[in-house]
């Protein structure tokens, strides 16, 4: 790993998730001296949801997760780390399906309730030996802690991403887990962004899939590190059942509202953590956009700011550029009316109903941009739809890592 | 201005352009003792054509250009460097009707007659006193050369911008002459896109916004620096009629196609320019998209590439990393088949129907690569659509100018 983010934050405590068993091992996918296969086994009844990519040149095993998602079912999980296997046609398809068919026999499972992800360089099919190696010398291994996990997916990151949370259902507690990496929004080569969550509740699959498409919603599909759409990007969330609640099948079952919160919270923990690890990152910066004719709409003008090169190099400056906030709302190509516009840097109004606010103290703003972590508010005064998006700043270091990254 | 662009090319040489005189001042807009308004005045008959930005934050200047094109007819242009008026309310807009007032009279003309841009920072009302001052001056001023008209016009621009072209119409010899600001597709501060055309060809006004629109779709609508739409861009095409053609209306006349070609190549070199005199530029890349669904499809899916940071520094790391080119095709959200897709750097091959090409000979590709020219070309497979996108390369040079701007 690289020197970590000035944004890191220490992995957490993690308890242990009855009925999901993490292992890794080398597989060697590039000349790295590390674990970079990981497999986590699930217990009998685990079921599983999932959100992948929209990139239409996407994976196989994004493919493959899609297709296996419709079972419900989940038993075993793989990672490959140091090669994505995108784009990389017949041969590529093989290797996975060589893994899944391992990992089916080991268990004595459905093939489809076994998922697979891969990270790394693209166009390079993966080594059907390696993998088939891997994943022999995984079963042997003795179970590791979720950080060990953690450290296995990671490619270009630069400190270990983990997230816990936990509810109170049908009068249990149960425990939820989550582990990411990623140093992009995504970047196609090694940097894409994986996510798994585990928890030890009884969910069913239909229900679990509907809460992890709403948290994503508020969490994963609000960051972005460069606006460029990994062709690998999966989250998937497991739930052994093991904590003995009956199990949630919707938001009347008691505990159901918990548990939404708690999958909501480990989610947008998780995604934070991918933007403190954007790569070249050197601040945090949270977009609140009120005042959109709807969420949708918000959510678009906040990513258009987020995504916009001359907002995030102005804030990586330290320049409360606001001007550069007007020019990415106006492009959006959303509803917005420029005199009606107002926008705010930390807890100071800079605009107010499209005119620059005249004689506002500018000491408290230069103070805030000095910051790690940025606030920038923008109304658009049109109506009660409302978003916030978290994105990092662009630096020297995006390009140096950027410019520079295969060879 | 800064060190030029490496990618900088010559100011051409200029033929006067009979009914349209130059004029430059110093209105003071900024503390840099150069010329900074620009007043052009054309002869009685003149008609005018224009295109301006999309972005719906766009500045009281844009507004009033719109409305003035209705009209059809041109007698003077203003154009203020150093402030764009952009976000500044009912004060901004006083500010440019004080000019439009201003230059009627002394024309004796409309106030419809007369057009205005501005181009600089952002939220600061145009001063209108330096504004009246600066335009009662440049009426005495002597008529100057396009090369200082562009060079007043000019903010961040590295280097003077102008093209030229001619054509046969109706056996008459007609000029076009071209200037063009700009240093980025644009940046809302000081690099705005601001492109003026004169012609002495005989154009009804209808037809030569049918012909602007036209070449604008394939000029500068198909170039990108960082994505970032100026709330400023407009580009305005001014025929005197002095050249004595029987006057274009329509296809049907004779030397048209001659015209609209000769309109087409000014339009496409002064959008090459302004890429350029891109932020940061050290390449110039072409990509050309082929074999998509059609071409608006193909247009947006080269876009996608084009504004693409992860390609675009790859390029300026010299790498041939195309599997970032699939992944921007992949996030175009245009049709596109992964098992279809085809991508070529410079003259070779380096992925063939959805697989990396074996063996592929990188020499060619790593010499095409250290060149200041890059042509990267992506065939989808899928139909008859075709575009062509004009970018440069994200640098550290991009980093350090927009990370410290306003200071």
Known sequence: MSAASPLAIPFP????????????????????????????ELSKGTTVAGVTTRNVCCSSEVELCRDHLKGGRARGLVVNAGNSNAFTGYRGREAVEAIVAQVAGHLNCAP?????SSTGVIGVPLPRDKAEAGVRAVFDATPCSWEDACNAIGTTDTFAKGATASAIVDGRSVQLVGIIK??????????????????DAAVDAPFLQQLLSAAND?????????????????VLAFATGKAGNAPL????????DAFAAALD???RQLAHLVVRDGEGAQKFIEIAVTGAMNDESARRVGLAVANSPLVKTAIAGEDANWGRVVMAVGKAGEPADRDLLSIRFGATQVALNGLPVEDYDEAPVAAHLKGQEIEIG?????????????TCDLTHGYISINADYRS
């Open 112 to 116: 489809t309730e076994v998922f697979v």
């Open 182 to 199: 990623g140093s992009g929004m995504i970047a196609p080569d090694m940097a894409t962004m994986l996510g798994y969550i585990f928890t």
């Open 265 to 267: 919270d480990i989610c």
């Open 249 to 256: 099948r919707s938001f009347e079952d008691p505990g159901a």
């Open 13 to 40: 405590h993690m308890p242990q998730i009855a009925g999901a068993t993490p292992r890794v091992a080398r597989a060697g996918y590039k000349d790295w001296g590390r674990c970079d296969l990981t497999f986590v």
């Open 218 to 234: 508020r969490s994963f599909s609000c960051i972005t590190v460069d606006s460029d759409t990994s062709t690998s990007d999966t």
């Open 378 to 390: 923008v109304d658009l005064g049109l109506g009660r739809g409302r978003a916030t998006i978290w």
